[in-house]
């Protein structure tokens, strides 16, 4: 009578535990790899989107998919106007209006990427923020351009 609730919450709190791993561990990746651009090495290598993509996946763990990963990269006029808001359309991810600027010296650029989480313990509806019992996690890094 014990161990049904208990399994419950063992594996509400293990599923838990892997989104918010999942989620610093894409964060750590986006803003390591954002640095690529920050510093001008990514422009200086000529980075095409798959490149980037595939920097951000080199400082992922081996339990993200990196063809799922997308991504974001956006020139800014000021901090202020830079939006980080995902592209959601009726709770999914809109890929359709995604970007890539690396932008040049001095320019804010704002670095997104996007993947969705698959939920594994469908009565965790709470951690589901997408159909599908999906979760969409975001990495995003906001920074000015050095003057390279």
């Known amino acids: 009578m014990v161990g049904i609730p208990f399994l419950a919450l063992l594996f509400a709190i293990l599923e838990t ?3 918010f791993l999942a989620s610093q561990t894409l964060n750590l990746a986006v803003n390591d790899t ?3 651009i920050m510093t001008g090495q990514a422009q200086a290598a000529a980075y095409t989107a798959a490149n980037f993509q595939s920097a951000v996946c080199a400082n992922l763990v ?3 998919n990196c063809n799922n990963l997308h991504l974001n990269v956006r020139i ?3 901090f202020g106007s830079a939006s980080t808001t995902p592209p959601l359309v009726n709770g ?3 890929t359709s209006n995604l970007q890539y600027q ?3 010296p001095g320019d804010i650029v704002v670095v997104q990427v996007y993947y969705q989480w698959p939920i ?3 009565l965790l509806d709470l951690l589901a923020n997408q159909a599908g019992n999906n979760r969409l996690l975001v990495g995003t890094a906001v ?3 050095e003057p390279y």
Do not use: I, W
């Open 17 to 19: 535990a892997f989104v």
């Open 34 to 36: 954002s640095r690529l």
């Open 62 to 64: 081996a339990f993200f």
């Open 76 to 78: 800014a006029s000021s």
């Open 92 to 94: 999914q991810l809109n």
């Open 102 to 104: 690396m932008g040049g």
């Open 120 to 122: 594994v313990v469908p």
């Open 143 to 145: 920074f000015e351009n």
